[in-house]
């Protein structure tokens, strides 16, 4: 199983393939203090990765470019972004979800001098007044 993770809208397109991105999560959360079903409902991705430099410039470095979007305040348009997860098994799309008003909730990099390996962890979260806008789709190979 792999996952793709695409954000675009901003000034430069944030993306992580199957290489860089270990785990994915999606996340649909009511309050806790909730007695039935909440109209407060918080959605949002969590990805883990690894750190996959660009050295000479060859291609975009998508963690430097999520560690710029984290640091947007909530004054700029472009801190809110659309971002599409993929999850992929077998060569073919299994699952897709489009955050379309995502924005940073948390970014942060873990980077170890012993083994010169670094991970990041990025959570996204849909901005609340556009939840009906979010998309969650599956079994592409049906026909």
Request: hydrophobic residues 40%; proline residues 3%; glycine residues 8%.
């Amino acid at each position: 199983m792999g996952f793709r993770l695409k954000v675009t809208g901003g000034p430069e397109e944030i993306a992580f393939d199957e290489r860089a991105i270990l785990r994915a999560e999606f996340f649909s959360d009511s309050p806790n203090d909730s007695n039935a079903r909440a109209t407060d409902v918080a959605l949002s991705i969590k990805v883990w990765g690894k750190m996959l430099y660009s050295l000479g410039g060859k291609e975009n470095d998508a963690t430097l470019n999520a560690a710029k979007w984290s640091q947007v305040p909530s004054e700029k348009a472009d801190c809110y972004r659309s971002a599409q997860l993929d999850i992929v098994a077998a060569s073919q799309m299994v699952r897709q979800y489009t955050l379309p008003d995502a924005f940073v909730m948390e970014y942060t990099e873990d980077l170890d001098d012993e083994t010169g390996v670094g991970t990041f962890y990025l959570h996204l979260k849909q901005k609340k007044d556009q939840n009906a806008a979010v998309k969650l789709d599956g079994g592409f190979g049906a026909e």
